[in-house]
């Protein structure tokens, strides 16, 4: 059974910085792994994905301030947030596809979130 469990949210700073992490259990794919983020009223957004090469795709809304990354070894996924904005705050979900290749909308995991909150 997979599991997803975001951490490292918190409330912080505009021009501040957090370090989300996903850990992933019972995850065995070479898969594509992202984060997402869904605002009060708005609707989900990707903020950035993985494939299983290590490429990285980024909104434009967050390209040179985040960066996600993978601990293989340990399937951890990472997104460092930097020059952290107001707009940014939302809940932060972690996300697997069984798929090498970054799917638009078909991740089959997900996890439960992590709230990012920041203040002007």
């Known amino acids: 059974q997979v599991q997803l469990v975001e951490s490292g949210g918190g409330s912080v700073q505009a021009g501040g910085s957090l370090r989300l992490s996903c850990a992933a259990s019972?995850?065995?794919?070479?898969?594509?792994m992202g984060w997402f983020r869904q605002a009060p009223g708005k609707e989900r957004e990707g903020v950035a994905t993985?494939?299983?090469?290590?490429?990285?795709v980024y909104a434009d809304s967050v390209k040179g301030r985040f960066t996600i990354s993978k601990d293989n070894p340990k399937n951890i996924l990472y997104l460092q947030m930097n020059t952290l904005k107001p707009e940014d705050t939302a809940m932060y979900y972690c996300?697997?596809?069984?798929?090498?290749?970054?799917?638009?909308?078909?991740?089959?995991?997900w996890g439960q979130g992590t709230q990012v909150t920041v203040s002007s």
């Open positions: 996300a697997a596809a069984i798929w090498y290749h970054c799917p638009t909308s078909d991740f089959a995991y």
């Open positions: 019972g995850y065995t794919y070479n898969g594509c």
């Open positions: 993985m494939n299983g090469a290590g490429n990285a």
